[in-house]
């Protein structure tokens, strides 16, 4: 089995789990191999939680959970350092929070204060932790699945422009249909038929770490020309100077997308075109990602949110304003 046959075995598991969330499914799957943080949004009850534990029970890494809420402290989620009796006397040694996991559920992100949110973002961004001046590394496989309900649901707090932009990709979870809905139940009621049997079931053996990094190897290796380059930052340049593109996304856009927006759409597209089966990134990619990455780094101004339009929208209407390369 290759290394794109086993990640898209990955993929099938998990949407066994899951049912009529393929496409939030493959995102995470981009995310995953762009070595990205994913943020999952929608009302509760959503199968967002459940999408995470499904992806980690099928990867061969520690999962760990943090349930957010109003009276979180930073040392809950970082750890810190603790008095401990030795031998030769007592000493500060430093005890990892469940930050330090491979697939770190952030569960409810937007409940807890912006204090304990801006403590994930020296860990999403650069990798590390510094507490009391020491500095503690990741592991290599570090992946934070955020999930949060709409901003206007009560006891909820708005995430920094900061951390929002440390997002990969920002997902938006919808009602499954009529009919993936009526398997949902017979799913839920089989396993609560086995879990009242004492049985699991069966699993896959679970895809290794090493799988990962091969497969982001490889993604790294997917050539993107200088037409696509240039297709890039013009989509990129469009958000920032909408007035030389278009009288709607002048009025619409307050703030466009950082050059942060532009790496990951890079990214993210070639992960795209590595799991298509592709060598090489084309324009397709690179519209089919383009939501989920930059959705969550524009600001709109007042008149769009006067007029009802969202984002997406103002998405929409850049695809069709920039000229696609050739």
Not at 17 to 44: D, F
Not at 312 to 326: K, N, S
Request: aromatic share 4%; glycine share 8%.
């Amino acid at each position: 089995m290759t290394i794109r046959e086993e990640i898209t075995s990955l993929e099938a598991q998990v949407g066994l789990q899951v049912l009529g969330q393929e496409r939030t499914i493959r995102h995470i799957m981009l995310g995953l191999l762009a070595n990205g943080h994913v943020l999952l949004e929608s009302l509760p009850g959503l199968a967002k939680t459940r999408t995470v534990k499904a992806l980690a029970t099928h990867l061969d890494a520690h999962m760990s959970r943090i349930q957010f809420t109003p009276d979180l402290l930073p040392s809950d989620i970082t750890g810190g350092e603790i008095l401990q009796q030795t031998d030769t006397g007592n000493q500060l040694k430093f005890q990892p929070g469940p930050l330090f996991g491979n697939v770190v559920l952030a569960d409810e992100i937007n409940r807890a204060p912006a204090k304990v949110q801006a403590a994930l973002l020296e860990a999403m961004e650069e990798r590390q932790i510094t507490v009391s001046g020491e500095t503690h590394l990741m592991s290599g496989l570090f992946m934070v699945l955020a999930t949060q309900n709409p901003i206007e649901q009560e006891g909820t707090y708005p995430l920094p422009e900061a951390q929002m932009d440390r997002f990969l990709m920002k997902l938006l979870i919808d009602y499954p249909k009529v009919e993936d809905e009526t398997q949902v139940l017979r799913l839920v009621r089989g396993e609560e038929q086995r879990q009242q049997a004492g049985g699991h079931g069966e699993t896959a053996t679970p895809v290794a770490q090493e799988t990962i990094f091969a497969a982001r190897r490889e993604v790294g290796a997917v050539h993107v020309s200088e037409a696509i380059d240039r297709y890039l930052i013009d989509l990129i340049n469009a958000t920032r100077h909408p007035a030389d593109y278009d009288a709607d996304l002048q009025r619409w856009i307050k703030v466009g997308a950082s050059p942060r927006g532009g790496i990951s759409l890079d990214r993210v597209a070639r992960a795209h075109a590595w799991l298509a089966g592709s060598d090489y990134v084309t324009p397709d990619d690179v519209r089919a990602v383009l939501h989920p990455v930059l959705r969550h780094r524009l600001l709109l101004s007042y008149d769009a949110v006067a007029d009802g339009i969202s984002t997406d929208q103002v998405l929409d209407r850049l695809l069709d304003t920039v000229a696609v390369p050739a």
